[in-house]
């Protein structure tokens, strides 16, 4: 991430404090002796340099309750690209697809994302929606991931499912809901409304990933369907692809 002075975020923390240039020196050698990627060393210097630029001194010398108080700041702020990208994300898809996807499975040139190796060990293509590819856009911008589209501190790189559920738990919390929900209730909230739009079932399995249409046919008991319409599944994806900001 570059600002406008053409720094990255890094370099501006050692243009600020200078002994930070140490700091990152440590960090390249303990990640190389643990074995981790590439990408987790960028991510860790990254994240450790947004700290050291506005506090202006060393992670050591910042008070715990300053720490605390940015990063409870950061945690609320609705404006967060990597929250605003996750809600759209994993409505829809399973936590553990989420966070193995990779930045070249987003094909926004023919809005698709393609799902690698998920359950049951099967690939598939879902559509990517106009609405999430600015949220992504935005996102990378921001962010700048090199590998894995979410980073977080697993030691391959990759966000955690409890990190996802941590953000479903903290949104729900700025709502009326009362109910339990789960990070899981999104997807089946995904698969409803489309029953409900009118896509034919045997294309949202397709969607969903599922092995056997008769998991699939659970959500025609839940979905308000006086008439499923049947289309063919080109159609049909087609169709969702240029409404599915609308879902």
Known sequence: MRKKSGFTIVEQA???VPEFE???HKLEQQVTLRGQSESTLKNYIRRIALFVVHFEKLPEDIDPEEINEYLVSLARDPKSPSRSSFKHMVYGLRGQEVINLKISD????????????????KDRIVPLADSMAVGLKKY???????ICLFNGKEADGRYSVRGLSWVMRENLKKTTITKDVSLHALRHSYATHLLEQGLNIVTLKELLGHAVITTTMIYLHVAQCPLIKTH???DTLYNYSRNADKV
């Open 14 to 16: 050692i243009v600020l």
């Open 22 to 24: 140490k700091v990152v």
């Open 106 to 121: 987003i094909d926004f040139e023919r809005k698709t994302i393609h799902i690698r190796q998920s359950k049951y060990k």
């Open 140 to 146: 990378l911008t921001a962010e700048n991931p090199h």
């Open 232 to 234: 063919s599944p080109l």
